[in-house]
């Protein structure tokens, strides 16, 4: 996720949106959240059955990442993996953190098979994005995303090398933020087909508040090629 000035890889490879965390600060995931046994998502993974993605207009998060709301605000989350069974890695995760206590899934996109960015000697990604609805703070959430990432196994050998999990918060209300733990929206996320393609499945007209553009606008201003690149998964 992310270090005061090195950043972490948003997925296949790309540097990333968080300045890295010392683990042991980093608030454990809830204990029911990671010793569960979490059903797989079967509703929610790239079905049609699911909640409609409520307007973009939605309370406001603050100006601070650390303060939670009493309104709940939507919060975009990209995933990604490319070692391992990563599929079913990433069914687990979303079911995790659809079970946080404060979190409500509202929909998950399908899953994409994406080429590595930044380092190509590694697998092809499997990626995809979920949009829930929280009253957590950007912080409090990316604690327990990072915890989940290490339940996984995560280890940051290199930088834009393999993992068996990433999760990064992409969007979180309206904040906009260059906080040292935390820039969001995050840095790179506009540019990213891999982040972009799944979103606008489920999302098209979320506004980029750094941006003043939605998904779908930001999405038609990327070449062709990199659109072409990423391919969706059968249901």
Not at 96 to 114: C, D, N, W
Not at 176 to 195: C, G, K, Q, W, Y
Request: hydrophobic residues 40%; contains cysteine; negative net charge.
């Amino acid at each position: 996720m992310l270090n005061p000035t090195p950043s972490k890889p948003l997925h296949s490879g790309d540097s990333s949106q968080i300045n890295a965390i010392d683990s042991s600060k980093v608030s454990p995931v809830d204990s029911y959240v990671v010793n569960a046994k979490v059903s797989p998502i079967v509703s929610s993974v790239g079905s049609s059955k699911v909640s409609p993605v409520i307007s973009s207009k939605v309370s406001p998060i603050g100006s601070s990442i650390d303060s939670s709301c009493d309104a709940a605000h939507q919060v975009v989350i990209a995933f990604g993996s490319n070692m391992g069974d990563s599929v079913s890695t990433l069914k687990q995760a979303c079911a995790h953190i659809a079970a946080l206590e404060g979190v409500k899934l509202i929909k998950t996109s399908s899953f994409y098979q994406t080429k590595p960015w930044g380092y190509a000697e590694q697998n092809d990604f499997i990626n995809g994005v979920m949009l829930v609805e929280t009253t957590l703070s950007p912080t409090k959430l990316y604690e327990h995303l990072a915890a989940l990432e290490q339940e996984f196994g995560r280890k940051r050998l290199f930088k834009n090398g393999p993992r068996t999990l990433d999760l990064d918060i992409v969007v979180a209300g309206d904040i906009i933020s260059d906080n040292p733990l935390m820039t969001l929206p995050h840095p790179r996320a506009h540019e990213r087909a891999f982040v972009l393609v799944p979103l606008n499945e489920i999302a098209p007209d979320l506004i980029f508040p750094d941006r003043k553009q939605s998904v779908s606008e930001l999405l038609a201003l990327l070449p062709q090629q990199d659109k072409a690149e990423v391919m969706r998964l059968p249901d």
